[in-house]
C-alpha cells in the first residue's frame, strides 16, 4: 500500500515537473501559447494570402517565431514594470520594427518578405491592441472615469492605436523617422482628453508617466 501511494506522489511531482517545463519553454512567455498569442493562425493567413508553399511556410516560421516572441517579451516587461507609460512600449515596438526590417536586406524573396512584413504587423497590431485595453483600464481606475467618459476616452485611443501603427508602416516603408508625426498625435490625444476629462483629472492624467513621455517625444525629434 505504501509503495502504490509513493508511486502516485511520484506520478503527480513528474506531472507537475512535466507542466512547469512546458509552461516555461513557451513561445509566448506568458505560460502555454494560445491561440491567440502563437504564430499559427498568422503563418495560416499568409500562406493563404501570398500563396506560400509548404516549404516557404518551414523557411519563414523560425523568423515569424521569433519576432512573435520579442513582441511578446516586450509587451510583458512595459506591463510589469512600466505600465503607465503608454507610449513606452510603442518606441520599443517601433525600434523593433526598424530593426527587422534591416534583417530581411537578404535571404528572402520578393514575395517572403511581403509575407513576413505582414506576419509581423499582424503580430504588432495585436500586441498594441492588448496594450491600448491595458492602459484604458490603468486611466479608468487611476482617474474614476465615469461611463461616458470610459466611452469618449476609449474613441481617442482607439484612433490614435490605429493612426500610430500605420506611421510605423509607413516609416518602415520609407526607412525614415517621421517625428513631426508621431509628435502629433500624442499632442492632439492630449487635446481631445483636455476636454473630455474635468480640470482635475486631466491634471492628474499629465502626471501619469510625464517624465518618461516627455523623453520619448524628444528622443523622437
Given amino acids: 500500500m505504501v509503495n502504490y501511494v509513493q508511486l502516485k506522489m511520484n506520478g ?11 509552461c516555461l519553454s513557451s513561445t509566448s512567455c506568458f505560460g502555454q501559447e494560445d491561440e491567440y498569442l502563437g504564430v499559427s493562425n498568422v503563418e495560416d493567413r499568409v500562406k493563404r ?24 517579451v516586450t509587451y510583458r516587461h512595459f506591463s510589469e514594470q512600466d505600465s503607465e507609460n503608454f ?46 485595453e491595458d492602459f484604458l483600464n490603468t486611466l479608468t481606475e487611476t482617474l ?3 461611463k ?3 466611452s469618449f476616452v476609449a474613441g481617442v485611443f482607439q484612433s490614435e492605436t490605429e493612426k500610430r501603427h500605420q506611421l510605423i508602416l509607413i516609416e518602415a516603408e520609407r526607412r525614415a ?11 492632439k ?8 476629462l474635468d480640470p482635475q483629472q486631466f491634471r ?11 523623453l520619448f517625444a524628444m528622443n523622437g525629434r
Avoid at 523617422?177 to 499632442?187: H, V
Fill in 12 to 22: 503527480f511531482i513528474l506531472l507537475a515537473l512535466t507542466v512547469c517545463v512546458l
Fill in 87 to 132: 507610449l513606452g512600449l510603442w518606441q520599443s515596438i517601433r525600434a523593433g520594427r526598424r530593426e527587422f526590417e534591416t534583417g530581411l536586406e537578404s535571404f528572402f524573396s520578393a514575395r517572403q518578405k511581403k509575407a513576413l512584413r505582414s506576419a509581423r504587423s499582424e503580430i504588432e497590431s495585436r500586441i498594441l491592441n492588448m496594450w491600448m
Fill in 144 to 146: 474614476e472615469l465615469d
Fill in 49 to 72: 494570402e501570398f500563396r506560400l508553399t509548404q516549404q516557404d511556410v518551414r523557411y519563414l516560421h523560425p523568423l515569424i517565431k521569433s519576432e512573435n516572441e520579442k513582441v511578446l
Fill in 177 to 187: 523617422e517621421l517625428s513631426r508625426a508621431w509628435q502629433d498625435l500624442t499632442d
Fill in 204 to 214: 492628474e492624467y499629465r502626471l501619469l508617466g510625464k517624465t518618461t513621455n516627455r
Fill in 148 to 150: 461616458l467618459q470610459m
Fill in 189 to 196: 490625444r492630449d487635446r481631445s482628453l483636455e476636454i473630455i
